[in-house]
């Protein structure tokens, strides 16, 4: 199977995961990226069978309402029962590297909000140790050259992803030969460098489920 049809089953697993608990007031939390999208091109088929969707990109947003699915701003919402997003890496424990696609700080955001995040990642994704793709940090402007040096500090090779403007108008310097052993101290390490708005392991808010498409079937961990 390809890598985008390995993509495909997870993003019908998903579906397969939330049909059965959706109701018409339910708001899901959709995340961005190729995988996500998968995702949203199916949901689209559900879109009378619940109320909308808060988006984590403006990407995902205008894919959503593409599909005739309402989106709503976070604050009118509160919390979502899912949140469906893919990765960029996954462990054992469910943290996950995500960012490749410079959501990092909106997907944070909507999965603090989220009573279940449901990650679905292709099985190249699934890694024993975070860190061979490089880490997202996404930065305040006028920070990046002062944060840069701190991450150099802790061991890492930041890189600035030129050309990169995330939604919230910030830039993104990815961490390259940053191999990562506790991702939850390092998440916490990260945001404590001022000017760091967020960075993309998602460690102390991992996921819930994992749908993993490998050649065998979709694996299901939780
Ligand atoms: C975007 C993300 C994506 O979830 C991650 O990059 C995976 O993307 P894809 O599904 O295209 O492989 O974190 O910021």
Known sequence: MTQDELKAAVAAAAIAEIEPWLERDTI??????STANLFIDRLARLRDDFKGAVASSDASAERLRRHGIEVFELNEVGTV????DGADEVNAHLHMIKGGG???????IVAACAERFICIADGSKR???????????EVIPMARSYVARELVKLGADPVYREGVVTDNGNQILDCH???????VTMEARLNAIVGVVTNGLFAARGA?????????GVERLS
């Open 102 to 108: 410079a959501a990092l700080t909106r997907e944070k």
């Open 208 to 216: 819930d489920v994992l749908l993993l498409g490998t050649e065998q």
């Open 177 to 183: 030969d940053f191999m990562i052993d506790d991702p």
């Open 28 to 33: 899901l939390g959709i995340g961005t990226g």
């Open 81 to 84: 029962p899912f949140y469906i």
């Open 127 to 137: 890694v024993e140790r975070l860190g061979a793709f490089p880490l997202p940090v």
